[in-house]
């Protein structure tokens, strides 16, 4: 493979494939495209172009310096999808946590909205109660006023037919005299 192959990195510290900053999307396609694209060693053209070649032909030959570019995308992609799954970990741990913890805040709003719904109940109980008790004393005051409003006229009465009754008038003459 030539120099300037693009698979194939210099160990220039400025170039930032050196440096590991590539992505992990860039790793794994050299990767593929170093086994893939690897080009066919120069032969001259077959003068039988439909014929089959034998199953003993030679293979193509990969170098030392493919090989070991290979290997070092290898390990990076490797170290990569570590990194990944670990993030990916801590992303579910996560995950689960806030789920578990809205669950129970689900649950105890539930609990709390129940037990509101029975204190309304309750609550609805109790002013129907009062409600009942206060027509009660409203017409038990009406009943009082009824007999105060009787009474007075009674007594009115009593005393106009005492006043009548008794000339009182002359009473109070011969007591003065």
Not at 71 to 94: F, G, P
């Amino acid at each position: 493979m030539s120099p300037n192959n693009p698979f194939l990195r210099s160990h220039d510290p400025a170039d930032p494939a050196v440096r590991g900053d590539r992505s992990i999307g860039q790793d794994l396609d050299n990767i593929f495209r170093l086994t893939a694209a690897q080009p066919a060693p120069q032969q001259a053209p077959d003068p039988m172009p439909g014929r089959v070649h034998a199953a003993g032909a030679e293979p193509r030959r990969v170098t030392q310096p493919d090989l070991d570019a290979a290997l070092d995308m290898l390990n990076r992609a490797s170290k990569a999808m570590d990194l990944m799954q670990a993030r990916y970990q801590q992303v579910e741990d996560y995950a689960k946590g806030v789920a578990d913890r809205a669950e129970k805040d689900v649950a105890v709003a539930y609990a709390q909205a129940r037990e509101w719904e029975v204190r309304a109940a309750g609550s609805e109980g109790k002013i129907e109660e009062f409600r009942g008790r206060a027509e009660a004393a409203e017409r038990r005051a009406e009943a009082a006023e009824r007999n105060a409003r009787e009474a007075r006229d009674w007594l009115e009465c009593f005393y106009d037919k005492i006043v009548t009754s008794f000339d009182t008038r002359n009473l109070l003459k011969s007591q003065a005299a």
